[in-house]
């Protein structure tokens, strides 16, 4: 861009140059008043620094161009002002020099003896030359000002797509990692509890308290990570309702399916399905050992339902650190998709969760 800068200020100053030859030689033809070339060149060499300093170079200009006919480095110089003020009245201020500077037909010409059309025709030529660089330079300013707006809406986008892209890494590691972490620390638990040797029962507690460590750690990360989410913005794989089963046999607890596994629903409700199961039963093993469940699916039309239901602890439970964000973040699915998720205890002990979503609107 410098370069570029460098090459049409140079371009520029060879066109006002080129203008104070061609308005000395040919338009002069010959008559040359040395003051007036003295300030035809200083215009000239005063557009060398109109980036830095407008208003120097614009004033070098003026006494050029109420004396000789040349009008390149005026324009420019005015142009300039243009573009790089936002004081209006001082724009409107150089644009009137501008306009009392051309070459009206007042001194030194003799003003009686011309036309009265000639006049008006010079009032509109003068307007119109002092009018087209303040015109063209606010454009610039406008255009600029435009690209601004532009590239902080594209910074704006890549904030939001960003924030997204946490919020969902932060539901996924949650959903994820604590499923498994919680899963080894509640059988450390039980194993401390139930074993009489000492070196098993000093490694099962090490194991839970490096898991509960583990737990809090991702507890945090998860809260620094959380933002607005998005359905636009899910990362991959991502796990179906074809792997539910699998997840319920394998979630350390006895878990009883009832009803059948919906069909031709959309990849996202699928989704919310498997997390607010998972979510469930995470919660099962952490805070209600020895509890059982049952998964309920009901589909009627288009209404789902799924309830994740479990009876009271049968173990002393093991303390383990939560910030909730587990329940918060199948909330915010159901949400996106329109549905709802219900979660609180049961009269006799236990705990129910329940989901609801309208598969048309998926």
């Known amino acids: 861009m410098a370069r570029r800068d460098r090459a049409i200020d140079a371009a520029l100053v060879g066109a006002a140059a080129l203008d104070v030859w061609l308005t000395t030689e040919v338009f002069a033809a010959g008559d040359l008043d040395l003051l007036t070339i003295a300030f035809e060149v200083l215009a000239v060499l ?22 000789s006919a040349a009008m390149v480095a005026m324009l420019i110089a005015l142009y300039t002002v243009a573009r790089n003020t936002r004081d209006r009245r001082v724009l409107a201020a150089c644009a009137v020099a501008v306009f ?11 003003f009686s003896a011309v036309p009265d059309k000639a006049l008006l025709r010079n009032v509109v030529y003068a307007a119109m030359t002092a009018a087209a660089p303040v015109f063209l330079g606010q454009l610039m300013v406008r255009m600029r000002e435009i690209e601004d707006a532009r590239d902080h809406e594209r910074r704006l986008v890549a904030e939001t797509t960003l924030a997204r892209e946490r919020a969902q890494l932060a539901r996924e590691m ?7 972490v919680s899963l080894i620390a509640v059988r450390a638990g039980a194993l401390q509890v139930s074993t009489t040797d000492p070196d098993t029962k000093d490694a099962a507690s090490t194991i839970r308290r490096l898991s509960t460590d583990t737990l809090d750690e991702l507890r945090h990360m998860v809260t620094l990570l959380r933002a607005s989410g998005s359905l636009t913005t899910e990362l991959t794989p991502q796990p ?5 089963e699998r997840l319920i046999a394998h979630s350390g607890i006895e878990v009883r399916l009832d009803g ?3 069909t031709g629903i959309g990849a996202h409700a699928q989704r919310a399905i498997y997390r607010t199961v998972q979510e469930a039963l995470t919660n099962v093993r952490k805070h209600a050992p020895g509890a059982a469940a049952t998964v309920h699916i009901e589909q009627d039309n288009n209404d789902l339902t799924v309830t994740i239901t479990n009876t009271r602890p049968t173990r002393p439970t093991v303390s ?9 973040g199948i909330r915010e699915r159901a949400e996106l998709l329109g ?23 998926q």
Do not use: K
């Open 174 to 180: 949650h959903d994820v990692v604590s499923h498994q």
């Open 320 to 328: 383990l650190p939560s910030a909730r964000h587990g329940l918060l």
């Open 260 to 262: 059948s596994v919906p």
């Open 100 to 110: 009392l500077g051309y070459d009206f037909p007042w001194s030194p010409y003799d």
């Open 46 to 67: 005063g557009l060398t620094v109109r980036r830095r300093l407008p208003y120097v170079s614009f004033l070098v200009a003026l006494p050029s161009w109420f004396l």
């Open 339 to 361: 549905g709802t998720v219900e979660a609180a205890p049961t009269i006799d002990g236990g705990f129910r969760v329940r989901l609801a979503l309208s598969t048309d609107r």
């Open 240 to 244: 179906t309702l074809a792997e539910l």
